[in-house]
């Protein structure tokens, strides 16, 4: 089979993690017969010094035409002035909503090689394996109006709306189902339906949704009490459904139970096919563009590689493979290798080539 990938590097270390994905994908099509054809485009800050927009209309062209994405990251101190007019960050949001990539599939896996890189206590990271599952074109990312305006008395305002509309909810929570089902068959849904007008009726559909379900255990923790039972008892959640900025905010936080960010995958979908035969997909490291050590080599090229693992299982079907290349992360890290993100004592060191190198030696 021949599969069409686009690769977007974006800025800071994703091109040295999308090269070492790319290199993974061309390693296990060899090993398995498949041809994987790639096309690079512009996203994020590189695109605007290139053409003035972070996401030209092109990329998004050849987006559509592939099977599925692989994404670095976008974003850096040189985009990062408040007052600039376009930030690398629309070009993101923009090619999420563009392909209606409305879930986004956060998995949090401890490695047993990596019990005790996390800064939290081996014994409460023990068995930690939860899928954060994010509503991503929806809620307060792109809810209007959302703008600065200067008040009738003068002063400098400003404003974000947080909206849901009853279907964007529904989708997501069936996706966590249908996900929870093929897992540990227990949903936590998020809110802060103590507050917010928006959390209520993310309750109330939630609970719809749930009675769907009956084979799944559904529970609704607060979004304050989410964040600290992900550091007091993490092994005990499965799967955890959140709207978009309550899930960009618990990933980051949960990322610390694999170890580092740079351990996490992610995938962004939208609507299956109706045939079921293929689920296109954006996958991307949830960690950013991390500008601090990029172009250095040593950034970890894991996250992405794990993130091309799941679409070579989701958008592909190609479970084998994945599994392959999971099972091959899991080994170069039980071999000892690591990169500075989670090298411990003993280890041996290594950069983005190398790291990349020991996978693709042990698929
Ligand atoms: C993420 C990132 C993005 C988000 C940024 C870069 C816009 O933090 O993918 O979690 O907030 O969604
Ligand atoms: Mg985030």
Same mark, same amino acid.
């Given at each position: 089979?021949?599969?069409?990938?686009?690769?977007?590097?974006?800025?800071?270390?994703?091109?040295?993690?999308?090269?070492?994905?790319?290199?993974?994908?061309?390693?296990?099509?060899?090993?398995?017969?498949?041809?994987?054809?790639?096309n690079?485009?512009?996203?994020g800050?590189?695109?605007?010094?290139?053409?003035?927009?972070?996401?030209?209309?092109?990329?998004? &062209? *050849?987006?559509?035409?592939?099977? @599925?994405?692989?994404?670095?990251? !976008?974003?850096?101190?040189?985009?990062? %002035?408040?007052? +600039?007019?376009?930030?690398?960050?629309?070009?993101?949001l923009g090619?999420?909503?563009?392909?209606?990539?409305?879930?986004?599939?956060?998995p949090?896996?401890?490695?047993?090689?990596?019990?005790?890189?996390?800064?939290?206590?081996?014994?409460?990271?023990?068995?930690?394996?939860?899928?954060?599952?994010?509503?991503?074109?929806?809620?307060?990312?792109?809810?209007?109006?959302?703008?600065?305006?200067?008040?009738?008395?003068?002063?400098?305002?400003?404003?974000?709306?947080?909206?849901y509309?009853?279907?964007?909810?529904?989708r997501?929570?069936?996706v966590?189902?249908?996900?929870?089902?093929?897992?540990?068959?227990?949903?936590?849904?998020v809110?802060?339906?103590?507050?917010?007008a928006?959390?209520?009726?993310?309750? &109330? *559909?939630?609970?719809?949704?749930? @009675?769907r379900?009956?084979?799944? !255990?559904?529970?609704?923790?607060?979004? %304050?009490?989410? +964040?600290?039972?992900?550091?007091?008892?993490?092994?005990?959640?499965?799967?955890?459904?959140?709207?978009?900025?309550?899930?960009?905010?618990?990933?980051?936080?949960?990322?610390?139970?694999?170890?580092?960010?740079?351990?996490?995958?992610?995938?962004?979908?939208?609507?299956?096919?109706?045939?079921?035969?293929?689920?296109?997909?954006?996958?991307?490291?949830?960690?950013?563009?991390?500008?601090?050590?990029?172009?250095?080599?040593i950034?970890?090229?894991?996250a992405?590689i794990?993130?091309?693992?799941?679409m070579?299982?989701?958008?592909?079907?190609?479970?084998?493979?994945?599994?392959?290349?999971?099972?091959a992360?899991?080994?170069?890290?039980?071999?000892?290798?690591?990169?500075?993100d989670?090298?411990?004592?003993?280890?041996?060191?290594?950069?983005?080539?190398?790291?990349?190198?020991?996978?693709?030696e042990?698929?």
């Amino acid at each position: 089979m021949k599969y069409k990938i686009t690769l977007l590097p974006g800025d800071g270390i994703g091109p040295e993690v999308v090269a070492a994905g790319a290199q993974l994908l061309g390693a296990v099509g060899d090993r398995f017969g498949h041809e994987f054809e790639t096309n690079e485009a512009l996203i994020g800050g590189i695109a605007i010094d290139e053409t003035g927009n972070p996401l030209p209309e092109a990329t998004l &062209e *050849v987006c559509r035409s592939g099977d @599925a994405v692989l994404l670095g990251a !976008v974003g850096g101190p040189k985009w990062s %002035d408040p007052l +600039a007019p376009v930030r690398p960050e629309q070009g993101l949001l923009g090619l999420r909503k563009g392909l209606e990539l409305f879930a986004n599939i956060r998995p949090v896996k401890l490695f047993p090689a990596l019990a005790d890189t996390s800064p939290l206590r081996s014994d409460v990271v023990r068995g930690v394996d939860l899928v954060i599952v994010r509503e991503l074109i929806g809620g307060i990312y792109f809810g209007q109006p959302q703008e600065k305006h200067t008040t009738p008395d003068g002063r400098r305002e400003a404003l974000d709306t947080m909206r849901y509309a009853e279907d964007e909810a529904a989708r997501l929570l069936h996706v966590a189902y249908q996900l929870a089902r093929q897992r540990r068959s227990k949903v936590t849904s998020v809110d802060k339906a103590n507050v917010l007008a928006s959390s209520r009726l993310w309750r &109330e *559909v939630a609970h719809e949704v749930a @009675a769907r379900y009956p084979d799944v !255990v559904s529970e609704d923790v607060l979004v %304050d009490s989410c +964040a600290m039972y992900l550091l007091r008892r993490p092994a005990d959640f499965d799967v955890i459904a959140a709207g978009n900025l309550f899930g960009d905010i618990l990933s980051d936080e949960a990322s610390m139970l694999a170890g580092s960010m740079g351990m996490l995958p992610s995938a962004s979908l939208g609507e299956k096919l109706a045939d079921g035969s293929a689920w296109f997909g954006l996958y991307e490291p949830v960690h950013g563009s991390a500008p601090d050590i990029a172009g250095q080599g040593i950034a970890n090229p894991l996250a992405t590689i794990l993130s091309a693992a799941m679409m070579l299982r989701t958008s592909f079907g190609l479970e084998k493979e994945a599994d392959a290349v999971e099972s091959a992360v899991g080994r170069a890290l039980a071999d000892g290798y690591r990169t500075p993100d989670i090298m411990s004592a003993g280890m041996k060191q290594v950069g983005t080539a190398e790291m990349a190198a020991a996978v693709i030696e042990r698929i």
